[in-house]
């Protein structure tokens, strides 16, 4: 009896043990779900929450952005959408961008689309530029045929003589405009010093076509830089050598606004202001008048050097020609052909150069001085550099421009 009361004790013990032990693991139980649920719901609070303070999303055509929505058991906080930004009903087309006048760098035209005027020639290449009132059309001529020659150059090496296929080239400028675009500056007005490049000059004066002036002293020493005139020395219409005194009888060439050209006017100190008062636009002192009335009035035979002319058709057409080691009276001959009335011969050698705007390195110069010229003709020494008459070797000079002390162009 008193065994199975023992055994009723320990089946009754085990069984309040069992029962607590099952409280316990259904209280964990519970107290880890609810632990879950929390956790659960504060994620989705958090979810909801980061999805109301992101950024409006901007949608176009090409790219559509979606945000998915959070997994929840609860229904999620409605969030408004970010407003749609409209297109403006009426948008202003923008202001269409205007092509580029047409002096540019692709202003080369074919040699066969334009006619060389004058006798014996046949034009090599041909570049044409127009703007508002002004028209240039420049030809590139070869006089006659090639032929050997014998070039002879003085350098830090000795004298240097080379024998070369060689053929005598003119370029010449066929110029349509009024007679007020044709004007002349001299270094001081331009770039403020005594001389300086043709190239530099013209892009100052915002020329579209210009060519090296008359001869002046002291050339490659600017503190010496100056006109040989002794007379009022005029250009763009002032005084720019600060003589005042009578010119001794010399008369300068002179050029009015108007387009008349004379080689017989006096300007003194007296009568310059005057003269500018009523047109005088420049002179020119130190230039030899080769045409006058559609004749030749000069003659030169000498072939060594670069030559520069400027000439007049009439009022409103001019001619500027660069001759390269052809000979003067070639030049003059190829001018009158072109229909020049009136022309001056003005400075020659290196000095000669005919800068055209936007034009680029036409000679293909590989010298470092030269290559971002805006040039038509080949300089002196960039012939002589080219054929190894200014050094020899790797580090030989290429050539450079002279500088010059005013030039003559067309605005």
């Keep these: 009896m008193r065994k199975k009361r023992v055994i009723a004790s320990v089946v009754a013990l085990s069984l309040i043990v069992s029962v607590f032990a099952s409280c316990t693991r259904e209280q964990d139980i519970a107290d880890t779900t609810a632990s879950e649920v929390q956790e659960t719901k504060s994620a989705i609070a958090q979810i909801t929450q980061e999805s109301t303070t992101l950024p409006p999303v901007t949608t176009t055509q090409d790219e559509t952005t979606t945000i998915a929505k959070p997994i929840s058991t609860k229904k999620p906080t409605i969030t408004k959408k970010a407003p749609t930004t409209k297109k403006p009903t009426s948008t202003k087309k923008a202001p269409a961008t205007k092509k580029p006048t047409t002096y540019t760098s692709n202003m080369e035209v074919a040699a066969s689309s334009v006619i060389a005027k004058a006798k014996g020639t046949t034009v090599l290449r041909a570049w044409r530029l127009n703007k508002g009132d002004v028209s240039i059309e420049v030809h590139k001529l070869a006089f006659g045929s090639p032929k050997k020659r014998t070039f002879d150059y003085k350098n830090n090496t000795g004298k240097r003589t080379r024998?070369?296929?060689?053929?005598?080239?003119c370029n010449v400028a066929i110029i349509s405009c009024p007679p007020e675009r044709v004007n002349s500056q001299c270094a001081e007005q331009l770039l403020n010093k005594d001389e300086g490049l043709t190239f530099d000059m013209a892009r100052s004066a915002?020329?579209?076509?210009?060519?090296?002036?008359?001869?002046?002293?002291?050339?490659?020493?600017?503190a010496e830089s100056k006109f040989f005139g002794d007379g009022p020395v005029v250009r763009n219409g002032k005084v720019v050598n600060g003589k005042t005194a009578a010119s001794n009888g010399f008369k300068p060439f002179t050029m009015n606004k108007d387009g008349t050209w004379s080689d017989q006017m006096t300007v003194n100190g007296d009568n310059v202001n005057e003269l500018i008062k009523n047109g005088l636009r420049f002179t020119l002192y130190e230039a030899n008048k080769v045409i006058w009335n559609g004749k030749k009035t000069f003659s030169n035979s000498d072939k060594n050097h670069n030559r520069t002319m400027f000439g007049q058709i009439d009022k409103n057409h001019y001619v500027m020609a660069v001759g390269e080691f052809i000979s003067i009276d070639s030049m003059i001959g190829i001018l009158l052909d072109y229909g020049a009335q009136k022309a001056f011969m003005l400075n020659?050698?290196?000095?000669?150069?005919?800068?055209?705007?936007?034009?680029?390195?036409?000679?293909g110069t590989i010298s470092p001085k030269l290559k971002h010229h805006d040039k038509i003709n080949m300089l002196e020494q960039e012939f002589y550099g080219l054929h190894e008459l200014l050094g020899e070797g790797r580090d030989r000079p290429l050539g450079e421009a002279c500088p010059a002390k005013d030039i003559m162009y067309i605005l």
């Design 206 to 222: 915002g020329a579209l076509i210009a060519v090296n002036g008359e001869y002046y002293e002291g050339h490659w020493s600017p």
């Design 348 to 363: 020659g050698g290196n000095c000669s150069y005919m800068y055209l705007k936007g034009v680029g390195n036409v000679t």
């Design 163 to 169: 024998t070369l296929n060689y053929q005598e080239v």
